[in-house]
């Protein structure tokens, strides 16, 4: 067991050194500087101080609650790539509903919010891709894919003119009320109390898959799924319920994003956390813990990009050219394995039985 834990934390850590050793060579040949001064730059950006660090944050927060969706979708056997999409829908219902009610407390109106999104996205994400999935056979990346466009474009409509258009000219809604928005943690910063619900969803999550029966089932068909309906186990119900779950967690980090970021959703509003999420879950082997040690790692690669630019002119791309090296040097990794799992399989298969040669 301690092997297994140690095996699935060492190779994303190999994957990430691999990646910043090819990354500093292309510093090296294409900008001709020192990669180290570099690297010290970008996580003096993203680590440095406290402003810097509370932007690092700020964008690990998304991540890290969409990146325990996709996690739970992945554990669950499910390749969820439409957590763009169900992020999407979480932003346009806590939008919605936070300058659309007036009059509540903050106490109240937050996790009506709250409740509300995930709802939505757990629909979003397991009536159509799961159901789908389940009762025709759909591969859930063709759906879950559709279905990112569909939410996407479904707000174009709605601020383009649409019945969400704040009044002017520009596409976009209005402002969220006082009592939908979250608290801000660090002045002159927008590191919010989304930290809490973030560290909250981490906990529920780890304690839903290793500590309950539907947890252990959860996994057990993403593990097997001919041996989990051997066992009995409703496995239809546990494939919806899985896309539902990631759906709700996808969404959930919309609302937050809205509620303590945004304040509005825009008609140019493009995350593209449901995506970075897909390699938060595989660096993180699908591990809570680990989901926020690597959304910590790519948010500070994001953020710290600006002020590597801003010292060294190095263009910030280079962060995006890193995170491209390590889902490469991961996918090698798990090509890696399943090849020497099937050479395993064979040598067992031509081994003599009783020892007779």
Known sequence: MVKKVLQSILMPLIAIFISMIVGGIVILITAKQNPIYAYIALFSGAYGNLMNFAT????????????LGVAIAFSSGLFNIGAEGQFWIGAIVATYLGYQIKGLPWFLHIPLIIICAMIAGALWGGVVPGLAKVYTGAHEVITTMMMSYIAIYFSHYLLEGGPMMDKGTIPQS????????????VPNTQLSSGL????LAVVVVYILMYKTTLGYELRAVGFNIKAAKYAGMNVAQKLVLAMGLSGAFAALAGAVQIMGVQYRLYDSFTSGYGYTA??????????PIGVVIAALF???LSTGAQEMQMQTNISGQLADVVVGLIIFFIAIEEL???????IKTRKTKLQPVGGQE
């Open 56 to 67: 690092t944050l700020t964008n690990a927060i998304p991540l890290i609650i969409t990146g």
């Open 174 to 185: 209005p402002v969220i009320q006082n009592s939908a928005k979250l608290s801000t943690l």
């Open 196 to 199: 809490f619900i973030a560290i």
């Open 278 to 287: 897909i390699v938060v879950a595989l660096l993180a082997n699908n591990n």
């Open 298 to 300: 790519l948010a500070g």
């Open 336 to 342: 890696y394995r399943i090849i020497m799992e099937k």
